[in-house]
């Protein structure tokens, strides 16, 4: 395009869009509820907007275009499956009069109904957050059906605020979809970008109509390996790019490639008539200056400052990655590394932190901060020497602070041998387990929380205020056991859990049980959807002072002549849904982390717990999207789990849990984690795993998941007998187990209840024709 306006010297990438006090959250439940109409969800939606502008432009992020529009319901992929027409044909009509996908045709996909199942929904790259898949067959018929895009940026301009509008970009989107339930066998999503891309140009032509200078289109499947032929790959992108530009009038693209290299595909990006590209300068290494040299005449968006973690930036270390770039003769400008979505707002907000960890810290309005610092460094080095000089002066006040280096906990490390890290072998293993609990085939179970009702959150509330005695709390949480136990006696579950009603979180109920963690107040960060979590502060060396679970496990345990599980989270997930320690590698960590978790298994073994579950949710969540990379976090991320259970003994029953990730990738690493059962997500993907376990000749306990508990729907006894019948079909059925997708904990107990009913019944009836 012809006069092209300057990008932004100073912008991130994305922002967190949840509200800092989860106002959309709240807002978007009470809209599913009927409690609010969808203009009272609306007008939460703008103010949000607007106050997310207002913040970033008073933060210095004061250049057209340069707050960023990435404003989203529930999730971008949705955002960019309902502006393009992407909707599975199993969902029926769900377009509007006017040919719209509408809001409610939106959460339709997001949530499903009771006949239809939601999209199916796995984790974003690297990340903790949850996107939902597309479905693309030959029938899929792309069109512009949503508006929203435009809408927003008309809303924003017409209070005085110009943003970027921001859209998931064509090659992605089809990279990271799925072929449709239609679709013949070997299709490739990716065939239909032919028809995809002139509804992307539809769109740019009407943002730039309502006054549009610039758009960000993501693209950071181009960072990953896929599983196609690069040349292929390359001529995607270079196709979608041309295509794209062609149009005179349309907004300049920013193409955005967040979490890693480049590689391979950054002459092609260089090369495409683009205006920007943002390349991931903190995570991914610096392009070479051949590289360099091939990105004359565009501007370079240096991501030098992290999106994704929440740790101070090295400013000096940023100033001279930036040099370099300016070094090679590039107009240049920075932002962020990914999103900061994937942090929270605002550091200072947590005042009930220590000061000088406090001081440690950069969430999404300090990166602000630091971005605006570092683009004046680029004008004026001068003008940042101050900031700079503070920052390295935080940066070693942290290396040197009580608590960072334990001698006692490196010394325990320092002393393992291979014996810490392996059991007997698993026939013996399984004998012993078999005389211990005699279980029927296919053992029931849940994957361990229970529905934390208003009574259970508005007790912890209480006890946290002083309002309520410690004794008090605990009896509250007992009768809450009692209540789960009981239900789980009368649902006629084989091994029963205690429901967790005294975890806020199961992986900072740990944090706060461990020395080396820090927790916030409001650092609240968007899982999926309305889900949010609070991913606790790892800063130091990792210890544990005295039992942490035992209490409860050996109080539910003495209520019933069940099995009871002891519940334990995992390692890798601790790591993975914490913000973690950035001065050591994670191997080490993640061994410190599973030392605690091994002397507590001891105590529960102790305490008479014979099953003990050490979930591992998040294994595939941290795998590198380098293929060469992966390697080597695969050894220590199954090794730390290993770790931390291979000093139980032989009758005691180990399981683990993992959940919405691509297991087929790491299929075998699952199965050097060497867990006696292991539970997966597999209602909301229809049962896909069991391929991969059958191809793999998975030789131990899985209990592929029957019911999906991150959609409302209750799934009917038909529906989970169908399922469990799949299973049968590709595993032996002396290894499986039945269990729901994940944990119970955000479910209503009305719906809980009816659907593990079903569950129970429909066990029943595969087990009679089994027989």
């Given at each position: 395009?012809?006069n092209t306006p300057a990008f932004p010297a100073a912008s991130l990438l994305g922002y967190p869009r949840i509200g800092r006090r989860r ?355 680029l004008g004026d080095p001068a003008s940042s020497a101050s900031a700079i000089a503070e920052a390295t002066a935080v940066i070693a006040s ?240 199954v090794n730390s789990f290993r770790l931390a259970t291979a000093g139980a003994g032989d009758g005691t029953q180990i399981h683990t849990h ?114």
């Amino acid at each position: 395009m012809s006069n092209t306006p300057a990008f932004p010297a100073a912008s991130l990438l994305g922002y967190p869009r949840i509200g800092r006090r989860r106002e959309l959250k709240k807002a978007v439940e009470s809209f599913w509820a009927g409690r609010i109409d969808e203009a009272a969800l609306d007008a939460a939606a703008k103010e949000i907007q607007l106050g997310t502008a207002r913040r970033l432009v008073e933060l210095g992020l004061t250049d057209a275009a340069a707050v960023p529009g990435t404003f989203s319901y529930y999730d971008q992929v949705l955002d960019a499956i309902t502006h393009l027409g992407a909707e599975p044909a199993r969902f029926g009509a769900l377009r509007n009069a006017a040919g719209e996908l509408d809001l409610n045709a939106y959460f339709t996909l997001a949530r499903g109904s009771a006949e239809v199942q939601p999209l199916e929904m796995t984790k974003w790259f690297d990340t903790n957050y949850h996107y939902l898949v597309p479905e693309i067959g030959p029938e899929t018929n792309f069109a512009a059906t949503s508006n929203r895009i435009v809408e927003q940026f008309e809303y924003a301009l017409a209070n005085g605020v110009e943003t970027r509008p921001y859209l998931v970009g064509p090659v992605t989107f089809l990279l990271l979809s799925k072929a449709s339930d239609d679709a013949p066998a070997g299709f490739n999503p990716l065939s239909r970008l032919e028809d995809v891309l002139p509804v992307y140009a539809e769109l740019l032509s009407r943002l730039a109509a309502a006054g549009a200078t610039w758009i960000q289109l993501d693209e950071p499947a181009l960072v990953a390996d896929q599983d196609i032929p690069t040349a292929e790959l390359q001529a995607a992108v270079a196709r979608s790019y041309s295509v794209l530009a062609a149009d005179g009038e349309r907004p300049a693209i920013l193409v955005s490639t967040p979490f890693g290299a480049l590689t391979e595909l950054l002459p092609t990006l260089a090369q495409a008539p683009i205006e920007a590209l943002h390349i991931d300068a903190f995570k991914g290494a610096l392009p070479s200056p051949a590289e360099l040299a091939l990105l004359a005449g565009k501007t370079v968006v240096a991501g030098v400052v992290d999106g994704h973690n929440i740790w101070r930036n090295d400013l000096a270390a940023s100033a001279a990655r930036l040099d370099v770039l300016k070094a090679a003769g590039l107009n240049v400008t920075v932002s962020t590394s990914t999103s900061t979505q994937h942090v929270p707002h605002d550091a200072a907000e947590e005042a009930q932190l220590p000061a000088e960890l406090r001081s440690w810290l950069a969430f999404a309005d300090q990166k602000a901060t630091e971005v605006v610092t570092l683009a004046a460094y680029l004008g004026d080095p001068a003008s940042s020497a101050s900031a700079i000089a503070e920052a390295t002066a935080v940066i070693a006040s942290r290396a040197a602070a009580a608590g960072v280096k334990r001698p006692e906990v490196r010394a325990r490390l320092a002393a393992l041998t291979t014996a810490d890290f392996n059991r007997s072998a698993y026939a013996v293993r399984e004998a012993a387990q078999e005389q211990a609990l005699h279980l029927p085939p296919l053992p029931t179970t849940t994957i361990g929380s229970f529905p934390q009702t208003s009574e259970i959150r508005s007790a912890r509330a209480r006890a946290n205020k002083g309002a309520i005695t410690g004794e008090e709390y605990s009896q509250l949480m007992k009768d809450e056991i009692k209540r789960v136990v009981e239900l789980q006696e009368e649902l006629d579950f084989d091994v029963l859990v205690h429901g967790e009603p005294e975890r806020n979180d199961m992986v900072q109920y740990f944090a706060e049980n461990l020395e080396g963690f820090d927790v916030t107040v409001h650092g609240w960060v968007q899982s999926y959807g309305s889900r949010c979590t609070r991913p606790s502060i790892l800063w130091g060396d990792v210890t544990r002072e005295k039992a942490i679970t035992v209490e409860w496990a050996e109080f539910a345990q003495s209520l019933t002549q069940k099995p009871m599980k002891g519940m334990l989270t995992g390692p890798v997930t601790i790591l993975a849904w914490s913000f973690v320690r950035d001065d050591q590698p994670l191997g080490d960590t993640a061994n410190q982390v599973a030392l605690a978790l091994r002397d507590e298994i001891a105590d529960l073994e102790a305490a008479g717990i014979k099953i003990i579950q050490v979930d591992e949710p998040a294994l595939r969540e941290l795998l590198p999207l380098r293929r060469a990379d992966q390697p080597a976090y695969l050894d220590w991320s199954v090794n730390s789990f290993r770790l931390a259970t291979a000093g139980a003994g032989d009758g005691t029953q180990i399981h683990t849990h993992l959940c919405y990730s691509e297991f087929g990738v790491i299929i075998d690493a699952i199965d050097g984690l060497d867990a006696d059962v292991t539970s997966i997500e597999a209602a909301r993907s229809r049962m896909e795993v069991v391929n991969d376990l059958e191809t793999h000749g998975f030789g131990r306990g899985v209990g592929p998941g029957v019911y999906d508990i991150h959609s409302p729907r209750i799934p009917g006894q038909a529906e989970v007998t169908e399922l469990l019948g799949t299973a049968v079909q590709h595993v032996p059925a002396r290894q499986l187990w039945v269990n729901p997708d994940c944990g119970l904990k955000t479910r209503g107990y009305a719906e809980t209840e009816e659907s593990l009913r079903n569950l129970v019944a429909a066990t029943k009836e595969v087990r009679a024709q089994l027989v």
